[in-house]
RNA sequence: CGGGGCGUAGCGCAGCCUGGUAGCGCACCUGCCUUGGGCGCAGGGGGUCGGGAGUUCAAAUCUCCCCGCCCCGACCA
């Protein structure tokens, strides 16, 4: 296990032991780091008997749940329904579309033993569900008045990986995967599209995490797809996270499972089919976004609990007059009171900070004398004494602030970690610079070709192309800074989780 | 799947080299005392030492096998 140092309690010496701090500076170790905050966020632990799963504890799985109601508002807005397919899919079903089952077959985890028999058919545990959805899609539609099928599940899928972390890769993991078929290539097209808008919009408005909308190369396009898109978060090392990917599946999923429809016109056309999926991965980048050396952060919007009152008293007759005061005020601002007899306010400040929780209030009997409040936010540690007759609108205020500021500093960060490169030679240079010490990454902006000989080159530096940027600054032409050739704008080269 | 680390009380660890009563801190229970950034004191409960086999009068400790977890690399939301 590491070392950890003792983090050494200044402010009451004579009264505060030397303590250990639970967590790993993150720029001694980062993944230790993140792991600890994990751990000791409460967000959820590995579940040791089952290899490469976890378990999302209540603190990460209320998380999970308002990011979901997020996801779910959206798709529901834009005209699509729930739905839920099996758990199993018959083996055979992956084989239908070369490409995919190429792309899913090493990480399958399969069914060929049930009620004691041996199956005919084995099952395989889904990895996604565009092969059973299809089927039923074929079932399903006939005419173009069928169409648009807007469908979403949320589910869990499995994928044996071999190298799992928490949130970040595990064999079993939760998502919502969104199936549609249309009439029209173009419709399926603005489909894609209008998705990636929502993950972008969630990813920034919601998570305060700045993302890049782009086009995955063909060599890292999802497998079975005509184009994928994605939109790529930088972590606090430099290190990218794809936290979303919204997939053109052109007519390959129709024409492997016969989904076909008649026109207006009278015509037999296969539908243009599309996939989209966002997952608890996501509660990992919100994670490795805006946490720090003493805990978690949320952005108050993800925060299951915003604010947290701790009362503080000496004597009895204290005790009943501030816990009074401090249900009061609570409940009017609608913040929850820790009111637990047993630890002292100095534990409980370290307690809720780590957890994330986005402020934290102080009431005593100072605070009763003079009709004040302190408050304290979690980003900036900074405490500010208010009167309590402000404090609703302050505390939200508060909470406006601190959302904006995380994403603020998160894009600063993104800014300031990418940089241009125009030979392959500056792209190694540069990855190299930070890889060395931080064990770190940044993003690099190239010309690049859209060839898989030309992503296979990044390999030599521990790197892939994230993706082709739809729109920012480092648009415009120049020449692949390994074929030469003339392509029309950079990529994103960056180490990646 | 390769390399490394680790499995001893709920958690974190010491003990192992050199075999001989299973320990420490935190947490937990009881009481008193404290409370504006991890209070203190006193008393107390809690263990198939990851599993199996072997060596030995005797194994947490030595030998072999197995299992699991974490980290680092090749594949991936």
């Known amino acids: ?8 309690v200044t402010w009451n010496k004579k009264r505060s032991p030397m303590l250990e701090s639970p967590i790993t500076p993150r720029s001694r170790d980062f993944a230790a780091w993140y792991q600890d905050v994990v751990l000791q966020g409460d967000m959820a632990e590995p579940a040791e008997i089952v290899k490469g799963c976890m378990v999302i504890k209540p603190n990460g799985y209320a998380v999970w749940e308002l990011l979901q109601r997020e996801f779910d508002g959206r798709f529901k807005a834009t005209g699509h329904q729930n739905v839920y397919f099996p758990l199993l899919i018959p083996q055979s079903f992956l084989h239908k579309e070369a490409e995919h089952v190429a792309g ?8 060929t033993i049930a009620g004691g028999k041996e ?3 084995p099952y395989v545990i889904r990895p996604t569900s565009e092969t059973i959805i299809g089927h039923f899609f074929s079932r399903w539609i006939q005419s173009w008045r069928d ?27 939760l998502w919502q995967e969104g199936h549609t078929a249309h009439a029209t290539h173009q419709e399926a097209i603005e489909e894609v599209l209008r998705i990636l808008d929502i993950y972008a919009e969630v990813a920034e408005e919601v998570m305060a995490m700045p993302v890049i909308k782009g086009v995955k190369t063909q060599a890292e396009k999802f497998a079975g797809a005509l184009r994928s898109y994605s939109i790529e978060a930088m972590m606090q090392n430099g290190l990218a996270l794809q936290a979303g990917t919204s997939h053109d599946l052109g007519q390959n999923f129709g024409k492997a499972f016969n989904v076909q429809f008649q026109s207006k016109e009278g015509q037999l056309d296969y539908v243009w089919q599309t996939s989209w999926g966002a997952s608890t991965r996501l509660i990992g980048g919100l ?19 915003k604010a947290v009152l701790v009362p503080i008293y000496r004597k009895d007759h204290e005790k009943g007059q501030v816990l009074e005061a401090a249900h009061r005020i609570a409940k009017d601002v609608g913040a929850k009171v820790d009111d637990r007899e047993e630890q002292t306010p100095g534990a409980k400040f370290f307690h809720w900070e780590r957890l994330g929780v986005p402020v934290v209030l102080e009431l005593g009997p100072r605070d009763l004398a003079s009709n004040n409040i302190v408050l304290k936010r979690r980003d900036t540690a ?5 009167p309590q007759a402000e404090l609703a609108a302050r505390l939200q205020a508060a909470l406006a602030q601190m959302q904006n500021d995380l994403y603020g500093v998160a894009k600063q960060r993104l800014k300031s970690n990418t940089v241009v490169a125009n030979s392959i030679e500056e792209v190694e240079s540069l990855l190299k610079e930070v890889t060395a010490e931080k064990g770190g990454g940044r993003f690099v902006m190239a010309h690049m070709k859209d060839d898989p000989a030309c992503d296979a080159r990044m390999k030599e530096f521990k790197a892939t192309v994230r993706c082709m940027p739809l729109t920012d600054e480092f648009d415009g032409p120049g020449k692949c800074i390994i074929t030469g050739e003339p392509v029309d704008r950079r990529v994103v080269i960056a180490k990646a989780y």
């Open 1 to 8: 296990m590491i070392l950890l140092p003792p983090l050494i």
């Open 104 to 111: 899913f077959s090493p990480e399958l985890a399969v069914v």
């Open 119 to 121: 199956l005919e058919e």
């Open 147 to 173: 169409l648009p099928m807007l469908v979403n599940q949320w589910a869990n899928v499995m994928r044996w990986e071999l190298r799992t972390r928490m949130f970040l890769r595990t064999t079993e993991f």
């Open 287 to 305: 994670i490795m976004s805006h946490s720090d050396d003493k805990g978690l952060v949320l952005p108050p919007k993800l925060a299951p609990v």
């Open 382 to 386: 900074v405490k500010e004494v208010l």
